[in-house]
T-cell receptor, first 114, second 114 residues
Framework: GAVVSQHPSWVICKSGTSVKIECRSL??????MFWYRQFPKQSLMLMAT?????????EQGVEKDKFLINHASLTLSTLTVTSAHPEDSSFYIC??????????FGPGTRLTVT | AQSVTQLDSQVPVFEEAPVELRCNYS??????LFWYVQYPNQGLQLLLK??????LVKGINGFEAEFNKSQTSFHLRKPSVHISDTAEYFC????????????FGTGTRLQVTL
C-alpha cells in the first residue's frame, strides 16, 4: 500500500509556542489530505480536509486560526498549532488520498504542551 | 451524512478462540466500508474494505468481514485470534465516489489473553 510519513513522531513544546507537523505522501500524489485528532482511548475526529493548492475546509468547532493547514504540494501538508496550550495536547494523525477513495494514514504525532 | 456504531467498546477473548467485532452503519447514500486496526501509539492500518461485489471480504492477518445491506452491518471476524491481535479496531464508512471524509466508529478494544 501507499506510504504516508509524519514528522515529528513526538514533540513537546511550551505553552504559548507554535509547533509544525509535517505529513508526506512518499510514493503517491495526495490530491486530498486529511488531519485528525485523537484523544486517549477515543476515536479519530476529523479536523480538516485540504486539497493541494486550495484552502483547507475545517470541520465545525475547529478553530482555523489556531490550527493552520497548508497543502502546498501533492506530497506535503503541514499542520501548525499556533499558541499551543495544554488542552491542545493530543495525538494528531494525517492521511492522504490520491485519485481514488482510499485514505492512507500516517503513523501519527504525539503533541504534549507543558 | 453517515454514522457508524460499534456496539462493543471492549471484547476480551482467549487466544485461539474465534471473535466477532460488530459494526453497524447508517447512510442515505451508497457507501464504502472499512475496518482499520490501530496498535498503541501508531497510526491506522487498513485490514479490509468493501467497495462492491462479493459481500464477504477477506483482509490481512486472517480477518474477514461480511457486508449485510439489509441489516446495514459490516461485522469483522477471525476464526482464531492470536495475542498479537490485541489492538483497537475501527470501523469506518465513506460515501462512494471520489475521496471524501471517513466517518469512524468509536472503536473496539480487542484484548486477547492466554
Amino acid at each position: 500500500g501507499a506510504v504516508v510519513s509524519q514528522h515529528p513522531s513526538w514533540v513537546i513544546c511550551k505553552s504559548g509556542t507554535s509547533v509544525k507537523i509535517e505529513c508526506r505522501s512518499l510514493d503517491f500524489q495526495a490530491t486530498t489530505m486529511f488531519w485528525y485528532r485523537q484523544f486517549p482511548k477515543q476515536s479519530l475526529m476529523l479536523m480538516a480536509t485540504s486539497n493541494e493548492g486550495s484552502k483547507a475546509t475545517y470541520e465545525q468547532g475547529v478553530e482555523k486560526d489556531k490550527f493552520l493547514i497548508n497543502h502546498a504540494s501533492l506530497t506535503l501538508s503541514t499542520l501548525t498549532v499556533t499558541s499551543a496550550h495544554p488542552e491542545d495536547s493530543s495525538f494528531y494523525i494525517c492521511s492522504g488520498s490520491g485519485e481514488v477513495y482510499e485514505q492512507y494514514f500516517g503513523p501519527g504525532t504525539r503533541l504534549t504542551v507543558t | 451524512a453517515q454514522s457508524v456504531t460499534q456496539l462493543d467498546s471492549q471484547v476480551p477473548v482467549f487466544e485461539e478462540a474465534p471473535v466477532e467485532l460488530r459494526c453497524n452503519y447508517s447512510s442515505s447514500v451508497s457507501v464504502y466500508l472499512f475496518w482499520y486496526v490501530q496498535y498503541p501509539n501508531q497510526g491506522l492500518q487498513l485490514l479490509l474494505k468493501y467497495l462492491s461485489g462479493s459481500t464477504l471480504v477477506k483482509g490481512i492477518n486472517g480477518f474477514e468481514a461480511e457486508f449485510n445491506k439489509s441489516q446495514t452491518s459490516f461485522h469483522l471476524r477471525k476464526p482464531s485470534v492470536h495475542i498479537s491481535d490485541t489492538a483497537e479496531y475501527f470501523c469506518a464508512v465513506t460515501r462512494t465516489g471520489t475521496a471524501s471524509k471517513l466517518t469512524f466508529g468509536t472503536g473496539t478494544r480487542l484484548q486477547v489473553t492466554l
